[in-house]
């Protein structure tokens, strides 16, 4: 007969296994939504930005600890279904021959359309006004979610969210990784649906095949207005029950006809200027050419890849000629989707949040460190606030930036003179 000590013993080798697997879910999954957004911002996902206002950094505090939080709850109840399979209460068996490949896929996918429903319902029943404070509160004081808000949860709300599957275990005998595939993709979608970009196609239209999918969008607007949209994965029963967002199909056609929109290059924002990813790059030997280029040196006005904005570069105010800065002179947009002008809004220093973006340095203290390549400075970055290192290289009437997040993510940019800009599409017209 098994004793306390033998309990004990195995919650010590089991329980720490199933925590990393659940916090470990959790952080991979929420982490690699928050670097593809980071990686491909300025190309796609900053027009599909759902939200004008952005998540405080105490807002990232309090999302990754209620979460990590939720992923010991979360650990715990695993550990409890482990225990009660080895006791035979629950029929969870790890090869395909008792049930092939078939079952595996069916009993999958039912579970997924059953957490859906026990979701909506569950769900709408936390925002009755004698259960919200205890079991939901916290996870709407994210009015403006982000990717680490999946897991956000009260400890009583996690509970409920997770009683599912071992009440759906008890009923339905599944196989392991039917229960490993579930949890990923629930994550998966959890995380999407706080992500505060739109992931949707580019058409926007709710389309037969897909239609009853549910969006980031969908979500983000359940934090936005509590008495709509509670559905998880999919929109059948915010349809059927009438709590759809009236607004919610606009609001995708609108959001991804941003992005559209933006990848027109004369409609692209000050993101490119910006440069948010200049980073060290090699030395690398310079032609013939592109000594005499040097000479003419970088001074002047450049038009950002897109036009999206005009940077003039010139030596640095109350320096000598040794130091090279670049300031935004001019603004494709110069006003935001609102209709107020740009502003510094991201800086780190407050009382600098209100000044213009027309007339900012993003390229300060540039030297010469090779005939036709600058460094050793700093690049600014409005959109987050940051500054990083970076070099220029110029080469063949051009300025060639090249980019890297994190050292392995690179980006290469280039910047024109705005008369070499107008000679290219007048000869488009001939």
């Keep these: 007969m098994a004793t306390w000590s033998d309990f004990w013993a195995e919650a010590a080798s089991v329980f720490p296994i199933v925590l990393s697997l659940e916090a470990g879910r959790y952080v991979v999954t929420a982490g690699a939504i928050s670097l593809l957004i980071a990686v491909f911002w300025g190309g796609w996902f900053k027009a599909r930005k759902l939200q004008t206002r952005s998540a405080a950094v105490r807002d990232y505090r309090r999302e990754i600890l209620t979460s990590l939080r939720t992923s010991l709850v979360f650990a715990t109840i695993g550990f409890g279904m482990y225990l009660a399979s080895k006791a035979g209460w629950l029929t969870i068996f790890e090869t395909f021959e008792e049930r092939g490949p078939v079952y595996f896929v069916i009993t999958l996918v039912a579970m997924i359309v059953a957490h859906d429903a026990y979701f909506y319902w569950t769900h709408r029943a936390l925002h009755h006004p004698r259960l919200f404070r205890t079991f939901h509160a916290t996870h709407h004081r994210s009015r403006t979610p982000t990717p680490w808000a999946a897991y956000a949860f009260d400890v009583p709300e996690a509970v409920v969210m997770l009683a599912f599957v071992p009440i759906w ?132 006005r450049w038009a950002t890849h897109g036009f999206g904005s005009i940077v003039e570069i010139a030596p640095c105010t109350g320096d000598d000629e040794a130091t090279l800065c670049g300031r935004i002179v001019w603004l494709w947009e110069p006003t935001d989707s609102e209709g107020r002008p740009r502003t510094d809004h991201e800086n780190p220093d407050a009382s600098l949040r209100t000044r213009s973006l027309v007339g900012v340095d993003i390229i300060r203290d540039l030297r ?49 003179r705005p008369e070499d800009v107008f000679a290219a599409v007048r000869e488009l017209d001939q």
């Excluded at 992931?199 to 549910?214: D, E, I, V």
């Excluded at 460190?369 to 063949?396: C, F, M, Q």
Aim: with cysteine; hydrophobic share 40%; proline share 4%.
């Design 169 to 300: 275990a008890a009923i339905v005998p599944m196989h392991d990784l039917a229960l490993f595939a579930f949890m990923s993709w629930q994550i998966v979608r959890n995380v999407m649906g706080h992500a505060g970009v739109e992931f949707s196609p580019a058409s926007g239209k709710r389309s037969r095949m897909f239609g009853w999918l549910n969006t980031t969008t969908h979500h983000d607007l359940h934090h936005q207005d509590s008495r709509v949209n509670f559905g998880l994965y999919f929109s059948w029963w915010d349809r059927l029950m009438g709590t759809e967002h009236p607004e919610y199909q606009a609001r995708v056609a609108e959001i991804v006809g941003r992005s559209k929109v933006c990848r027109n290059p004369t409609a692209r924002s000050v993101k490119i200027a910006a440069l948010a990813f200049i980073v060290v790059t090699g030395a690398i030997a310079m032609p013939e050419k592109a000594w005499a280029q040097a000479e003419r040196g970088i001074n002047g």
């Design 368 to 416: 010469q460190t090779a005939p036709g390549e600058w460094g050793d400075g700093a690049v600014y970055n409005p959109d987050d606030g940051r500054t990083y290192s970076g070099r220029i290289r110029l080469l063949d009437g051009a300025l060639a930036l090249r980019g890297c997040a994190l050292k392995f993510i690179c980006q290469t940019q280039t910047w024109r």
